[in-house]
């Protein structure tokens, strides 16, 4: 009876596995001090309206997987206003996490993977994540072109730049208003 038991908890496990499979990279705490050495953020949940919804598609060139948005609003360093918006969205069949924080100017402070759903391999390096700093929202920001492809991980280079358009547009269009 109890090798029958212990097969049938294991079987169970296994099968369970792909589906508890998600890694968290950092969580939002530890994200958050990051993104915001200098003080606690303004946690704000963001309900777009279809108009904002339309406009930040066509400015990012990327469907929204959602229009409700989590956004963390703070102070860098130097004293300047910048948000920090999340992004879930699916990669290839998992979900994956992505903190995007913006400067006052609308360029990309820093990216940080929370949480990635998918087969490690596939994450990209910090290394290659931090190549996006300091970009802007333009058609330079695609794999190919001004961002730089990583070979074994397409689907989450093309996900994560996606993430990176939308959440800039984000902030253009509803937080600071430019478009």
């Known amino acids: 009876m109890n090798l029958k038991f212990t097969f049938i908890i294991g079987v169970t496990a296994c099968l369970a596995a792909p589906i508890a499979f998600g890694e968290v990279i950092l969580t939002e705490s530890a994200a958050l001090a990051r993104a915001f050495p200098s003080g606690a953020p303004v946690r704000q949940t963001l309900y777009l309206k279809a108009p904002h919804v339309v406009a930040v598609e066509a400015i990012a060139k990327s469907k929204l ?22 992004d879930t969205h699916i990669v290839r069949t998992m979900p994956e996490t992505v903190m995007v924080v913006a400067g006052a100017d609308g360029s990309l402070r820093m990216a940080l993977v929370l949480q990635f759903g998918e087969p490690p391999d596939y994450l990209p390096r910090e290394g290659w ?15 190919g072109r001004g961002v730089r492809r990583v070979s074994g991980a397409t689907l989450t280079v093309q996900a994560l730049s996606e993430a990176v358009r939308r959440c800039l547009a984000i902030d253009a269009v509803v937080l600071r208003g430019d478009q």
């Open 129 to 143: 994540v931090k190549t996006l700093e300091g970009k802007v929202l333009d058609d330079d920001l695609w794999p």
């Open 65 to 86: 997987p959602s229009p409700v948005v989590t956004v963390f609003r703070g102070r860098s360093t130097a004293g300047d206003t910048q948000d920090a918006i999340l």
